[in-house]
């Protein structure tokens, strides 16, 4: 029964290039959540989906940050122009139910 | 989000002993959370609480959710090199909707 599935671990992108996260849930498990973490510090929500649904994107910046979960596929967080600021651990988690949480293992995406 | 104030923010101990970290929040939550952090992984879930006063163990580990639903404790007993990490709180505000606030983290080290 496989976990979470993050990919890419580590990416690298240029100031003003896009980045694109995908996130595999766990098997059956229909909610999916990201969250962001900079170093030393705890994570901060960012986004809530159901397949197909935006429920909650309280967290995501205005501009730039995009996410989607479609029916067949991966969940995506997109970033586009990426900037330094950017640079910080993404991680997916997905649930059967709302409050238990189980993480991907995290893209380090750093910005050039 | 609502910051949570975890602390310590860091424990150096021997093998064998114990060891006890909580977190506080000045909003109550309805549901307490406590992860695990290794370098480059994602959090893994130890232990989740729902009800106030709540007290759940998992092997080592126990957890209190408090009674006035605003802390949550969690102890490590005869620790071990490979309880080395970073433990993170976490918690569901009432009113919130679906996100999870995080605690900025306990470093713990275990030396041998």
């Known amino acids: 029964n496989a976990g979470v599935m993050q990919n890419p671990r580590h990416l690298v992108r240029r100031r003003g290039q896009e980045a694109r996260l995908r996130c595999s849930p766990m098997?059956?498990?229909?909610?999916v959540y990201w969250y962001r973490q900079l170093p030393e510090e705890g994570l901060k929500f960012m986004v809530y989906?159901?397949?197909?649904?935006?429920?909650?994107e309280s967290g995501m910046p205005k501009e730039r940050f995009s996410a989607e979960f479609p029916k067949e596929g991966p969940s995506i967080l997109r970033i586009q122009q990426v900037v330094r600021g950017d640079s910080a651990a993404y991680f997916c988690?997905?649930?059967?139910?709302?409050?238990?949480?189980?993480f991907g293992s995290g893209t380090q995406l750093s910005v050039l | 989000g609502q910051q949570l104030n975890q602390s310590p923010q860091s424990m150096f101990i021997q093998e064998g002993e114990d060891v006890s970290m909580n977190c506080t929040s000045s909003?109550?939550?309805?549901?307490w959370l406590w992860y695990k952090q290794d370098p480059g992984e994602g959090p893994v879930l130890l232990i989740a609480?729902?009800?106030?006063?709540e007290l759940t163990s998992n092997g080592r580990l126990t957890a209190q959710f408090g009674i006035t639903r605003k802390d949550s404790f969690l102890n490590i007993s005869a620790s071990i090199p490979s309880d080395v990490g970073i433990y993170f709180c976490?918690?569901?505000?009432?009113?919130?909707?679906?996100?999870?606030?995080f605690g900025k983290g306990t470093s713990l080290l275990v030396t041998p």
């Open positions: 976490a918690g569901q505000l009432t009113n919130s909707g679906y996100a999870l606030n």
């Open positions: 609480l729902y009800k106030a006063g």
């Open positions: 989906l159901q397949k197909e649904n935006i429920i909650d």
């Open positions: 988690a997905s649930s059967p139910y709302r409050e238990l949480l189980f």
């Open positions: 098997k059956g498990h229909s909610h």
């Open positions: 909003s109550i939550f309805n549901t």
